[in-house]
């Protein structure tokens, strides 16, 4: 059984009212690196937000604008034509506001293929996740075929498949509808519920001490 760990940081945290994010509105931006039996494996990137109509203005003005990336994600996720965000994702924020977006596991060469994106991913989830969060989202893009992609990446791009971009995409979504996911038409997203992805919280949140951005 490969020992997995995962070197948590929070890259910037910013808060609302209370200055304990347990109990606050917030966004966190998460970093980590994987390591599988004490080697270099992977790295991954989340974001971690929690407003209490993360669909609205405010929200948007005061988390989802903070920067381009999380603008872009807000645009993508939000339908104006029916003022608010794109199915499936009502579904899993009924009662339970907080999103979670993983923006990329990724995995080096010699760690793909054996299952244990997977395990990465129950990992992300149980560590990332809180007892508040409603919806996982996972940007499904491809690595290989992200703009810059080989220039923010190293040796986690090395060896993956170059297909047209579509063919890799279609082979990402069967892959991940098998983990439960759900693909959210016309975006480069899928979602789930967390208890599909992870059957258990870490019992410390957030993953590792932060403090206000």
Not at 95 to 124: D, T, W, Y
Not at 155 to 167: F, G, H, I, K
Request: aromatic share 10%.
């Amino acid at each position: 059984m490969e020992k997995l760990r995962i070197h948590w940081r929070i890259e910037r945290s910013d808060y609302d009212g209370n200055p304990d994010p347990r109990l606050s509105e917030c966004l966190l931006e998460i970093g980590g690196r994987i390591e599988i039996d004490g080697e270099p494996a992977g790295i991954l990137e989340a974001s971690y937000l929690f407003t209490m109509e993360p669909d609205s203005d405010e929200a948007f003005m005061e988390f989802w604008d903070l920067d381009a990336r999380m603008c872009a994600i807000y645009e993508e996720l939000f339908d104006p034509t029916y003022d608010q965000f794109r199915f499936p994702i009502p579904w899993f924020i009924d009662s339970l506001r907080g999103i979670l977006c993983i923006h990329f596991i990724a995995l080096r060469p010699a760690f793909r293929g054996l299952g244990l994106g997977r395990k990465v991913m129950r990992e992300v989830v149980r560590s990332c996740a809180d007892c508040r969060t409603g919806a996982v989202i996972l940007d499904i893009r491809p690595l290989q075929h992200r703009p810059g992609g080989y220039d923010d990446f190293d040796e986690e791009v090395r060896d993956l498949p170059w297909n047209r971009p579509e063919q890799d995409l279609v082979r990402l979504v069967r892959h991940f509808t098998g983990w439960g996911l759900e693909h959210m038409p016309g975006s480069r997203f899928m979602a789930a519920s967390p208890v599909i992805l992870s059957k258990d919280l870490a019992p410390d949140w957030p993953p590792c001490p932060i403090s206000r951005g």
